[in-house]
């Protein structure tokens, strides 16, 4: 059974500080995703992530996957308030007896960024 | 560009009665997808449609039905409602399956309560 595990779950940190969402995922897979949901909105695509050692990058958000320690990052730099938002990361479980669209999505990162 | 659009927004259901969401994508995507989302959870897989007449079951489909009705519009039927299904539900639709990296766009979510 696929799993994915984010942690931390709850992050408050203040402005222009640096962390680190970390997501973690019980077997192979070479497709991961990040979303951002704001409260009560849909989910927004940050990153598509599709294959070992892929980095993207948009503004303040870096994301990069090691596929060989089955585990994603979302790197946070010089938060700002705007970024208070849950954050998701999903991984890809159609080759493990998913049917095809089938993302097991972590419990979220809930993220609140204070001046 | 409305992208994924989803009906009614709020619903309130007695148990044992029964509903369809509605939802519709103008990206002309083939495959499309429900999930539900559950408090401090992530999103499951309710059902997929790789493309229209088609239809898989996701990761939790017991209590639900669908309906691909071209393809624009793929509809979630729950025959009699149970508290258990009081959930967010969220429609989505790719382009093309997740395992070639396609990037999945949700729509804002039909928010339903069961009594």
Not at chain 1, 56 to 85: N, P, W
Not at chain 2, 6 to 34: E, I, R
Not at chain 2, 68 to 96: H, I, M, W
Request: hydrophobic share 35%.
């Amino acid at each position: 059974e696929l799993k994915v595990e984010q942690n931390p779950l709850f992050l408050s940190m203040q402005e222009g500080k640096n962390y680190t969402i970390y997501c973690n995922y019980s077997t192979t897979s070479d497709r991961l995703y990040w979303y951002r949901q704001d409260p009560g909105k849909s989910l927004e695509s940050l990153f598509v992530l599709l294959s070992n050692g892929a980095v993207k990058q948009e503004g303040r958000l870096m994301a990069s996957l090691d596929t060989k320690a089955r585990l994603s990052t979302l790197h946070i730099t010089a938060a700002v308030h705007d970024l208070s938002a849950t954050y998701f990361c999903a991984v890809d479980a159609t080759n493990y007896g998913g049917s095809q669209g089938n993302l097991i999505f972590g419990k979220g990162t809930k993220l609140s960024v204070k001046p | 560009n409305a992208g994924v659009t989803q009906t009614p927004k709020f619903q309130v259901l007695k148990t044992g009665q029964s509903m369809t969401l509605q939802c519709a994508q103008d990206m002309n995507h083939n495959s499309m997808y429900w999930y539900r989302q559950d408090p401090g959870m992530g999103l499951r897989l309710i059902y997929y449609s790789a493309s229209e007449g088609t239809t898989d079951k996701g990761e939790v489909p017991n209590g639900y039905n669908v309906s691909r009705l071209n393809k624009r519009e793929f509809s979630l039927r729950l025959e009699s409602a149970a508290p258990s299904q009081t959930s967010v539900y969220f429609c989505a639709s790719s382009d093309g399956p997740i395992f070639w990296g396609n990037t999945i766009y949700f729509g804002e979510g039909s928010w339903l309560t069961v009594v």
